[in-house]
């Protein structure tokens, strides 16, 4: 609109001319300046929505970290450090009465230690990462190095399909395939091979159903082998090839080459995939749940059932709704920052190093 | 000097052998599971698999799965909508309108790493977050709308930087050249550098849809679960269905009918997982055949 009352007030200075072509020359030029104004508006409709959309991953992240704090606050206050090291996980009784703790209500006898839980998700994430690494090492050797492009191609793709099969269907095949094989063909083997000494003795009998924290943490490594392995063969692409023919050239094997000239080469961007990879185990919840067992205890042999804290929020948080001062709920506001917080740093950590060590830029994270 | 040579070479050898079989191995080792699981999935499913679980609503722990399927296509819609929009922007926003700060380095540092922050969010406790903070405490109950804002804040991030790296790759010169043309900033950006990053930006969509539609950590507590079909309403307690609600819970019911319903959501995701994945390979294999023709 402020266009036509430019142009309108720019008119009185020229006499209005009975010439045709002037006539259409002027009306080009408001025809222009229309559009200009356009565009030049468009740059600012682009500029303020990228803007405001830049701003919302913030604010979702404030919201979040404010609602688990405040929700926290109450439960912190009444479990203090035992939260950490205690292993009991006591709701009390619904019918006992509610007591105040510092001006915090909550049923008589309750009592949260998460130790267990804390420890199980330690225990799940380092075994997925130690057999997670190996193997996509292995397999980002085998698919860079080894396999022609017309077969590596498609095998690339089959690990990427991995990492994008829902975690609810790799708990059911764990849970009902994979867990139950392992537990009547691969675990009596190792068990009753295992001499009795100090750390080998986590490993012998009894070995149970194939619910536990092994089949926990070998689903686990399954889940985030192609997180590790997709950016361990970009990165090994980029080792330049003078270097690799060099090696040759001295007469080094193939193994050598790798272990001495390869790996080396993008070490700490391994180092940051494996990181990225334990991060998403810490977090990890559907599989878990489904495999570890769900029992409330710090594993005593490498095959019980156990629990991890993602898992005992999405299986226990349904049950929390019942106490009715609400301190249940407060409580899993806790635990949930606790699980936030490791993960979190983990995967701060794991972004700083990749992204220092290598320029891809890739999305890295979640999955796929 | 002999022997020790030759042992040495010996134990080379070895070494060599042990690395060539491990990574074949190791490749097995991820590839076999891979297909176990789609194996097996498919194994137990077809089988008993009846057309009719496509149209028939879910009944207790029996019956069809018609509302969890409409559910899951309207959550990814929705996901497609609210968070594809502001993941593009965002990303958009980052590779090309944040403007470099004094030192050097690319601005939108606090942004950028809050979605790094997010995106390495457990996503169990950003449903924890939206049970207790739009369920419980805005009073909207298990419905549509807290479900489809946790899942998106779950995956802007994820579409920010795919959008963003897309974006970034479009050449310099091509920048230039809508300049010099005398295109506006914003137009050139739509006639333009969007233009070639779109494959890219698509790509990036088609696999946070992937990852959105697989989900159910974040949903269990914002969506709840009713069978039926989505009645309309986004809030007010209308519980919503989805298709991994079926595979978490029914695996472990007594009746046969159950477990064919877990089996069946479980191959029916499966399905839409490899339909988006293949389709974001074609775009990719596309715009990399155009590209090489240049």
Redesign the interface.
């Known amino acids: 609109m402020s266009v036509v009352g430019g142009t309108a007030g720019e008119t009185p200075a020229v006499p209005p001319s009975p010439l045709h072509a002037a006539a259409t020359h002027r009306d080009a030029a408001a025809h222009r300046r229309v559009l200009?104004v356009l565009?030049?508006?468009?740059?600012?409709?682009?500029?303020w929505?990228?803007?405001?959309?830049?701003?919302?991953?913030?604010t979702?992240?404030v919201?979040?970290l404010a609602?688990?704090a405040v929700?926290a606050a109450p439960a912190i206050r009444v479990n203090g450090w035992n939260f950490l090291t205690g292993s009991t996980w006591n709701a009390g009784s619904g019918y006992g009465g509610v007591t105040h703790t510092d001006g915090v209500a909550h049923p008589i006898g309750a009592e949260y230690g998460a130790w267990p839980l804390i420890a199980g998700t330690l225990q799940t994430s380092a075994i997925a990462v130690i057999i997670a690494l190996?193997?996509?090492?292995?397999?980002a050797?085998?698919?860079t190095e080894?396999l022609p492009r017309w077969i590596s191609r498609p095998?690339g793709?089959?690990?990427?399909?991995?990492a994008?099969?829902?975690?609810?269907?790799?708990?059911?095949?764990g849970?009902?395939?994979?867990g139950p094989f392992l537990a009547a063909h691969v675990y009596p083997i190792i068990a009753d091979h295992m001499p009795d000494v100090p750390v080998l003795s986590y490993f012998r009998n009894p070995v149970g159903h194939g619910e536990g924290l092994l089949t926990g943490g070998l689903v686990l490594a399954?889940m985030i082998?192609?997180i590790i392995?997709s950016t361990t063969a970009d990165l090994f692409r980029q080792v330049p090839r003078l270097p690799k023919e060099g090696g040759e050239a001295l007469g080094m094997?193939?193994?050598?080459v790798?272990n001495r000239i390869t790996v080396p080469w993008v070490r700490s961007g391994i180092i940051g995939a494996t990181a990225l990879g334990l991060?998403r185990a810490?977090?990890e919840?559907?599989a878990v749940a489904?495999i570890a067992g769900s029992i409330f205890q710090v594993a005593p042999n490498i095959y019980s059932p156990m629990s991890t804290i993602?898992a005992t929020?999405?299986s226990k948080?349904d049950g929390a709704q019942t106490d009715g001062t609400g301190f249940a709920?407060a409580t899993?506001?806790e635990l949930?920052l606790i699980?936030?917080v490791i993960?979190?740093v983990?995967?701060?950590a794991a972004?700083g190093i990749v992204h220092r060590t290598s320029r891809l830029?890739?999305?890295?994270?979640?999955?796929? | 000097m002999g022997p020790t040579a030759a042992r040495g070479s010996r134990r080379r050898g070895g070494l060599e052998i042990a690395f060539r079989v491990g990574t074949y191995l190791a490749l097995l080792l991820v590839l076999g599971p891979a297909l176990w699981i789609l194996g097996g999935v498919v194994a137990r499913a077809v089988p008993h698999w009846r057309w009719d679980v496509l149209w028939t609503p879910t009944k207790g722990s029996s019956g069809g799965l018609e509302g969890a399927i409409i559910g899951t296509l309207i959550l990814m819609v929705g996901v497609l909508l609210i968070a594809g929009t502001i993941g593009v922007l965002a990303g958009i926003h980052l590779a090309e309108l944040a403007r470099p700060r004094k030192s050097g380095k690319p601005s939108g540092g606090v942004m950028r790493t809050a979605a790094d922050v997010l995106s390495g969010f457990p996503s169990i406790v950003l449903g924890y977050v939206g049970y207790v903070a739009l369920v419980v405490g805005l009073h909207w109950g298990y419905s549509l709308l807290p479900a489809l804002l946790i899942l998106s804040i779950m995956v802007v991030p994820y579409i920010a930087k795919s959008t963003e790296t897309a974006v970034r790759q479009v050449p310099t010169a091509y920048r230039e050249g809508a300049e010099a043309l005398g295109m506006s900033m914003g137009y050139g950006l739509r006639k333009v550098i969007l233009k070639s990053a779109l494959p890219g930006i698509v790509t990036g969509l088609l696999i946070a849809l992937a990852i959105a539609c697989g989900e159910t950590a974040p949903l269990l507590y914002t969506a709840g679960w009713s069978g039926s079909v989505w009645t309309g309403s986004f809030i007010g307690g209308h519980q919503f269905s989805y298709l991994t609600y079926p595979v978490w819970t029914f695996y472990n019911t007594s009746t046969e009918s159950g477990h064919s319903l877990s089996y069946d959501a479980a191959l029916l995701l499966l399905v839409i997982v490899l339909l988006l994945l293949v389709a974001s390979r074609i775009v990719v294999a596309r715009t990399q055949r155009h590209a090489e023709s240049h």
Not at chain 1, 39 to 47: A, C, D, T
Not at chain 1, 175 to 178: G, M, N, Q
């Open positions: 200009q565009r030049r508006s468009e740059s600012g409709v682009w500029r929505a990228g803007r405001i959309a830049v701003m919302l991953p913030l979702a992240l919201f979040v609602v688990l929700k190996l193997i996509s090492v292995g397999c050797f085998a698919l080894r095998l793709f089959a690990v990427e399909l991995l994008g099969i829902p975690s609810v269907v790799i708990g059911l095949w849970i009902l395939t994979f399954l082998v192609p392995s094997t193939d193994f050598e790798a991060g810490l977090g919840t559907m489904m993602a929020i999405v948080l709920v899993f506001a949930g699980l936030a993960s979190v983990v995967n701060l972004r830029g890739g999305p890295v994270g979640r999955g796929a």
